[in-house]
């Protein structure tokens, strides 16, 4: 069954201290994945995608993620975070035709100033 | 200049109410998208349409009927409203692929907090 896994529930930080969250998926093919984010009250917003191409990939607001096949996994990362990330981070994938996202449970991060 | 949006934000009503919600977006793509949003904020699809056609239909229960008039809106009626329908309720758009190599990026409309009482 399609599956998407998201490591942590919950991670508390203190500014500056880097981040990675994880995220594994069980997908027959191949997949588009996604990291969105959630700020407190407010609507997804899509931080970065991967398509094809470069593993690597540079979203908004420094966040990146590596997309490593051999590892079904697509962990998110930033070097320095800000209280001002303090959201919820959710992990998603779907087709490479497109389609229904599945999504992970999500990771709330809490930054503490 | 909102690229997909809902309305109302907020819902709340009595069980065993009939209610919709709308959803309408600007961007020109013709798939839109509805997501529960549960009290653990697990995401899940429920419907999708694309061009008003029907393609993705997941398990929900036959209460729920969506309706798409044309390709920039799609709306969701929820008949005989139970306890359990309280979620935060997601619309969203994309292009629909044609030539199977790639897909284009979902948007997500504000979300509609229903709380039935």
């Known amino acids: 069954a399609q599956s998407v896994s998201q490591h942590n529930h919950h991670v508390i930080l203190s500014e500056a201290a880097s981040l990675e969250l994880g995220c594994n998926y069980s997908y027959g093919g191949t997949v588009n994945l996604f990291w969105y984010v959630q700020y407190p009250g407010q609507h997804l917003q899509l931080l970065l995608k991967y398509f094809s191409g470069d593993p690597l990939v540079k979203g908004i607001k420094g966040f990146e993620a590596e997309f490593i096949k051999s590892k079904f996994s697509f962990n998110l990362r930033k070097p320095s975070v800000q209280w001002s990330d303090t959201a919820e981070y959710f992990c998603?994938?779907?087709?490479?035709?497109?389609?229904?996202?599945?999504f992970g449970q999500g990771t709330e991060l809490s930054v503490k100033p | 200049d909102t690229a997909v949006s809902q309305t109302p934000k907020y819902l709340v009503t009595q069980m065993g109410n009939d209610k919709s919600i709308k959803c309408e977006q600007n961007?020109?793509?013709?798939?839109m998208y509805w997501y529960k949003q549960d009290s653990k904020k697990f995401l899940k699809i429920m419907f999708s349409?694309?061009?008003?056609?029907?393609?993705i239909n997941e398990t929900v229960p036959n209460r729920f009927s969506p309706k798409s008039p044309d390709k920039a809106h799609l709306n969701l009626h929820i008949n005989s409203l139970e306890l359990g329908d309280s979620a935060v309720y997601f619309c969203?758009?994309?292009?629909?692929?044609?030539?199977?190599?790639?897909?284009?990026?979902?948007?997500f409309g504000p979300g509609t907090r229903l709380t039935v009482l």
């Open positions: 961007l020109g793509h013709d798939t």
């Open positions: 349409y694309n061009n008003k056609e029907l393609i």
């Open positions: 969203a758009s994309s292009h629909r692929p044609t030539s199977g190599a790639s897909t284009d990026t979902q948007y």
């Open positions: 998603a994938v779907n087709a490479i035709w497109g389609g229904k996202l599945i």
